[in-house]
């Protein structure tokens, strides 16, 4: 396989992997979630290294399942490794889409080091914790001062 065949079909895993959400979000893609640490092609075998958002992730064997499916049906491929990455996720992973369908649609605001994390439903930066123990390990309630919402917060 020549080295341009190859990129061609790095750029269709990636392309791939786009279109597997994470099963927390639907609409918002592992490639959004900053969860794709590398990717690979090499003699039809496609190896994807994800980094899941804690080490304990439930979700860690449904995503892994999914990009294999979406990965191992693409032409050329012949075989699909998932590799757990030692690499640690943090919220600045996200893309902004990512973030905002967060907030939209889920009424869930994200955390960012050094930035005041801003209430999903008014914009304010009144959000204030009432529980570190949220639906997930990676999230945790609050409540905003300026609305009076209760919201998540996802946090790394």
């Given at each position: 396989?020549?080295?341009?065949?190859?990129?061609?079909?790095?750029?269709?895993?990636?392309?791939?992997?786009?279109?597997?959400?994470?099963?927390?979000?639907?609409?918002?893609?592992?490639?959004?979630?900053?969860?794709?640490?590398?990717?690979?092609?090499?003699?039809?075998?496609?190896?994807?290294?994800?980094?899941?958002?804690?080490?304990?992730?439930?979700?860690?064997?449904?995503?892994?399942a999914?990009?294999?499916?979406?990965?191992?049906?693409?032409?050329?491929?012949?075989?699909?490794?998932?590799?757990?990455?030692t690499?640690?996720?943090?919220?600045?992973r996200?893309?902004?889409?990512?973030?905002?369908?967060?907030?939209?649609?889920?009424?869930?605001?994200v955390?960012?080091?050094?930035k005041?994390?801003?209430c999903?439903?008014?914009?304010?930066?009144?959000?204030?914790?009432?529980?570190?123990?949220?639906?997930?390990?990676?999230?945790?309630v609050?409540?905003?001062?300026?609305?009076?919402?209760v919201?998540?917060?996802?946090?790394?």
């Open positions: 396989m020549t080295g341009e065949a190859r990129t061609a079909l790095v750029i269709d895993v990636i392309d791939a992997l786009q279109g597997v959400d994470d099963p927390e979000y639907p609409g918002v893609s592992v490639v959004d979630m900053g969860m794709i640490a590398s990717t690979e092609v090499a003699d039809g075998q496609a190896t994807v290294e994800l980094i899941t958002t804690f080490s304990g992730c439930p979700a860690h064997d449904v995503i892994t999914d990009i294999a499916t979406a990965v191992g049906a693409l032409d050329g491929i012949t075989g699909v490794e998932v590799r757990r990455s690499e640690h996720w943090d919220t600045s996200l893309s902004d889409h990512a973030r905002a369908v967060m907030a939209q649609d889920f009424t869930v605001s955390a960012l080091p050094g005041p994390t801003e999903p439903r008014c914009g304010a930066a009144a959000l204030v914790e009432q529980s570190p123990f949220g639906p997930a390990r990676c999230r945790a609050h409540r905003c001062r300026a609305c009076g919402e919201v998540e917060v996802l946090r790394a």
